[in-house]
């Protein structure tokens, strides 16, 4: 199949990408000329694993192009995807949908054949109905076949979960549409039809929505029953395990953490709110698990400031990790880019490092801050170490402690994503903080 996929972000690069693996013709469309001109010279401008190599081999073999002119692609196409950005609004955590209206009044004077056009980015119920209503003010509305295909793509898996997804919702109240969505599908779901899912386009539109909402509330639960362990002295990773073994509940999301970010959670938490307050249906759940998550922000300086009785003047800080997850390069609502603005508030010193974060962080943060190119350098002459983000390099096999422990001023780590069993540092004559375990403490 032709396919149009209109945006270069996260979802329409990585899904513009695989559909032209699976053999269809893609061109992606981005009015950013940069970012086009880097990728037809095969710059990829945000870093997921395989991606690059994908854009690189498609392209080669004439399935992938990107453009910056949308008017002469659309009537090559058999399906339009539209995967602009719906970022956070300014007042009420309302979803900005002006890029998607935009790029509807621009299809709906532009479309002359028989056409598909799905929507891939996450917009608030109702959304659909609206672009219906402007395509229907233009005279050639009938040839539009409109439906709501939303993502379920993890930052950092995007390429593994597009490959083999969990499920392939699909909503749409035409028949032509779900026939031929479908049959661009089959290669993903192959025998397994019980993973694609027909229904009309408020669900589909909710569905992810909902989806994200249920898993911001999980992460924000086992954050406060973190607070509950150390209260009462009992180890929050032994309680995740004890829960996920039932089925109903899972282990995924109950790690304790810093708190949710990305370009996900924090937005479609509060987007979901706004529209349930719209419909005077509130959502009471969701809106104690966003709360929960702002005031984590708060709990992990508090922390840090603790250990230091109080007073961080002088102090010097490594930061390990920018990004909100390891394995992308996104620092949107990342935890660390709050913490590290109110350390040099305090009169902090910060020495930072991550893999693949730190030339968008140089852009985001003000301050005198050491980026340093590795773990190593980051650490010299700190008085703690402070991990943010669960990268694979910072596993304990791929870092030399005892060297770490001849290069700080001070041999204190708190880990906040709970990567190291307390022991295994306390015996090497670390004080170890962690979440929802017991301190650890070196002997003597």
Not at 9 to 19: I, W
Not at 226 to 245: F, P, Q, Y
Request: charged share 25%.
């Amino acid at each position: 199949m032709n396919i149009v996929m209109i945006g270069t972000g996260y979802v329409g690069l990585v899904s513009g990408v695989c559909f032209s693996e699976l053999g269809n013709n893609v061109v992606c469309v981005d009015k950013d000329k940069k970012i086009i001109d880097n990728l037809n010279s095969g710059i990829v401008p945000i870093f997921e694993p395989s991606l690059e190599d994908l854009v690189h081999k498609n392209m080669k073999k004439g399935r992938l192009r990107f453009s910056k002119e949308l008017k002469s692609e659309i009537n090559s196409a058999d399906i339009i995807f539209i995967a602009v950005g719906t970022p956070r609004g300014k007042e009420n955590g309302e979803a900005d949908l002006s890029s998607v209206f935009g790029v509807a009044e621009e299809l709906s004077e532009s479309i002359d054949k028989d056409m598909i056009v799905a929507m891939k980015s996450t917009v608030p119920v109702g959304t659909m109905k609206i672009i219906e209503n402007i395509f229907k003010s233009k005279p050639n509305y009938k040839k539009i076949k409109t439906a709501s295909v939303p993502e379920f793509l993890r930052e950092g898996l995007a390429v593994q979960d597009f490959m083999g997804p969990s499920r392939v919702v699909v909503g749409s109240n035409y028949s032509e549409a779900h026939s031929i969505l479908y049959k661009l599908h089959q290669p993903l779901i192959k025998s397994n039809k019980d993973l694609y899912f027909e229904t009309d386009p408020q669900t589909a539109e909710l569905t992810k929505y909902a989806s994200n909402a249920f898993l911001a509330v999980k992460i924000s639960f086992i954050n406060e029953i973190s607070n509950l362990c150390e209260k009462v002295g009992a180890n929050v990773e032994d309680v995740a395990d004890g829960m996920g073994l039932d089925k109903r509940i899972g282990r995924w999301g109950l790690s304790a953490g810093p708190g949710y970010g990305g370009s996900c959670f924090p937005k479609d938490t509060l987007a979901l709110i706004h529209t349930a307050s719209q419909n005077e249906s509130p959502l009471r759940i969701v809106e104690a698990a966003v709360s929960v998550n702002d005031s984590r922000k708060a709990f992990i300086f508090s922390k840090i400031s603790e250990e230091f009785n109080n007073d961080l003047r002088n102090k010097n800080f490594c930061i390990l990790g920018l990004t909100f997850k390891a394995g992308t390069d996104d620092l949107r609502d990342s935890p660390s880019m709050d913490l590290i603005p109110k350390l040099i508030e305090y009169g902090s010193n910060i020495r930072a490092y991550d893999p693949q974060g730190i030339d968008e962080a140089r852009k985001k943060i003000e301050g005198s801050i050491v980026w340093c190119k590795n773990l190593y350098q980051a650490v010299e002459n700190v008085d703690a170490i402070i991990f943010m983000t669960e990268w694979p390099e910072f596993d304990s096999k791929n870092i030399d402690f005892k060297k770490v422990a001849n290069l700080v001023n001070q041999k204190t780590i708190i880990d906040f994503r709970n990567m190291y069993k307390p022991s295994y540092l306390t015996d090497l004559g670390f004080h170890y903080i962690s979440l929802g375990r017991k301190v650890g403490r070196p002997l003597g």
